[in-house]
């Protein structure tokens, strides 16, 4: 029993208790951005996007994604710098050339922010301090490729670069080559821009040119629609065998009409989503996996089962714009970091 002469302290106390702010009990968001060379207009990282809002409602992050216009190593740069300055608790970053953004990522990693990267930079991603990377191997994905391809009798193949000086991409040519060259197998590379019209019209330019040509390879979504689109109007569907890297609604429902022999799926959306989370995790409770490497792909689609997969279109369409401008501009960068 307790007796009556604590009774009034164990009141002032309790008393006290709840005059203390809940802000004080409760944990404060962390705070976390994400920066990668993916363009707004490319479908395949608006996929991305969303798998990192869906983690940050989850986990109750605040999430701001930035990318520049168009592929600017520069301009990344730039970012990355810009983010270290606002201390955040958490960056993820992609790194589709060390040279360019080694120095802005080990300031990061020197002012004690945890990184993560994504999709691009798995051969330097440890080096430059991050905690871990998520994403494929490009150079084997691409020698699968092109096994596969030669396997399906394409003698003469051009790979469709939208990215000139993206690492990620110069693995998966260097791959493919590896797997598909040979005395009687060529391989040939052109350079477009992501512009739709633009790379269509390069295409349709390319097949007329060079009759020989038997077998297209896109590295990612966005030069294969538009590439599609230009074997389509040249009567050259079915007749081209088209493979590409990356999935995307446009691409599944290409595969589902046999347009496409096979893509190289990497997983976009768990590239945004994992992150997110293991970051969240690391600052709320100070724990993350211990594997440097989350691999996230290559597992290759096909018209066979291509229903199998997960329907990535509930994940392709545009974000809302209150949705765009939360992660654009998040609210610790409106108010200033705390």
């Known amino acids: 029993m307790i007796k009556s002469k604590l009774l009034p302290l164990l009141v002032v106390v309790c008393a006290a208790s709840l005059l203390v702010p809940l802000t004080t009990l409760a944990q404060r968001k962390p705070k976390i951005i994400m920066i990668t060379h993916g363009q707004a207009a490319d479908s395949f990282w608006l996929i991305v996007q969303n798998g990192a809002a869906s983690a940050a409602e989850e ?22 710098d810009e983010a270290v300055a606002s201390k955040p608790d958490a960056l993820i970053v992609s790194i589709p050339d060390a040279v360019a953004l080694s120095q802005s990522i080990r300031a ?3 002012a004690k922010i945890p990184v993560v990267s994504i999709n691009s930079g798995l051969e330097v991603s440890r080096q430059l301090g991050c905690l871990m990377h998520i994403g494929q191997q490009d150079g084997a994905a691409g020698k699968k490729a092109g096994e596969r391809m030669k396997a399906l009798g394409v003698k003469n193949a051009v790979i469709i670069n939208q990215e000139v000086g993206n690492l990620a991409l110069e693995e998966r040519i260097k791959g493919f080559r590896e797997g ?58 079915g007749k081209i065998k088209v493979c590409v890297f990356d999935i995307s609604p446009a691409v599944l429902a ?44 290559p597992s290759f689609v096909t018209s066979e089962n291509a229903q199998k997969v997960v329907d990535l279109s509930k994940y392709g369409i545009p974000l809302d714009r209150n949705l765009k401008r939360t992660m654009a501009v998040s609210n610790f960068d409106r108010n200033g970091a705390d």
């Open 59 to 80: 986990t109750n992050s605040d999430l701001a994604y930035r990318s520049p216009e168009k592929f600017d190593l520069p301009a990344m740069s730039r970012m990355i």
């Open 108 to 110: 990061a990693v020197a």
């Open 180 to 237: 598909f060259e040979g005395p009687f197998h060529h391989v040939q590379i052109l350079p477009v821009m992501m512009e739709f019209q633009a790379c269509q019209k390069a295409v349709t330019d390319y097949v007329e040119k060079y009759s020989s040509m038997d077998g297209i390879v896109a590295l990612g979504p966005i030069a294969a629609e538009p590439a599609l689109q230009a074997l389509d109007q040249e009567g050259k569907i």
């Open 254 to 297: 290409a595969l589902g009409r046999k347009q496409i022999e096979f893509a190289i799926d990497q997983q976009q959306w768990l590239q945004g989503y994992l992150p997110v989370i293991f970051l969240a995790n690391y600052v709320k409770h100070g724990s993350i996996l211990q594997n440097d490497l989350i691999l996230t792909g």
